[in-house]
């Protein structure tokens, strides 16, 4: 089955800098890669997903680039923000056939100020 | 007010005591999730279940069990055959069909075994 692996787990870098987040995932069939914010006491959220038919996509200040050769993936959050600290999930799934989702372990961010 | 709402928010078992938690939904989702969440392990799957009298295993089923009778719920039941209970688990359901897609979570439930 597939297996997403996530690093660093810990993160922290000045505010203004930029963050990266690298996830590797084993399952050469898995074309869905979801990205997933987690805050403090709260619930998970979306913040961005990519499809394997494209190399990269970006939402203003977050991007998400894809090399399926190499399988794996990563997170870029630019200009970071004190409201970007918080816990980050990549994860990989099948997106044809609403399979299940196999997250990473997780990414501890935090903004310094 | 649409969302998926899980509860109890913290239970407390003790141990050799089977406990179901609650997921129920509003948002006339087909797919639903159970996953169990422990510090630096990330959110690792239960089960799934993609529409309602189906079910399938995620990666760590042994000692859960789940129901999906009605669209909108989705119990889950920690047996007293898992060796180690004490977790942190949220729910989430998709709305797309037939496809992967968002995943809404609810504020999920705090089970500790004594």
């Known amino acids: 089955g597939e297996n997403v692996e996530q690093h660093p787990s810990t993160l922290s870098v000045q505010e203004g800098d930029s963050a990266v987040i690298k996830c590797t995932y084993s399952d050469s069939a898995s074309n869905y890669f979801p990205w997933y914010k987690q805050e403090l006491g709260k619930r998970p959220q979306l913040i961005i997903d990519i499809r394997s038919n494209v190399g990269e996509k970006k939402d203003q200040r977050i991007a998400v680039t894809l090399n399926k050769t190499a399988k794996h993936f990563s997170l870029h959050i630019t200009e970071t923000q004190p409201e970007d600290s918080a816990v980050y999930f990549c994860?990989?799934?099948?997106?044809?056939?609403?399979?299940?989702?196999?997250f990473g372990s997780g990414t501890r961010l935090s903004i310094r100020p | 007010d649409g969302g998926i709402t899980q509860s109890p928010k913290y239970l407390f078992r003790k141990e050799g005591q089977n406990v179901t938690l609650s997921c129920e939904q509003n948002l006339n989702h087909d797919a639903m999730y159970w996953y169990r969440q422990d510090p630096g392990q990330g959110l690792r799957l239960i089960y799934y279940?993609?529409?309602?009298?189906?079910?399938q295993k995620g990666d760590i089923a042994e000692g859960y069990s789940v129901s999906r009778e009605k669209k909108e719920s989705f119990p889950l039941t920690v047996t007293s055959a898992q060796k180690n209970p004490t977790a942190f688990y949220l729910c989430?359901?998709?709305?797309?069909?037939?496809?992967?897609?968002?995943?809404?979570f609810g504020e999920g439930s705090r089970l500790t075994v004594l």
């Open positions: 994860a990989a799934s099948l997106y044809s056939s609403a399979s299940k989702i196999i």
């Open positions: 279940s993609q529409i309602v009298n189906d079910f």
């Open positions: 989430a359901s998709s709305r797309e069909t037939g496809v992967t897609g968002e995943l809404f």
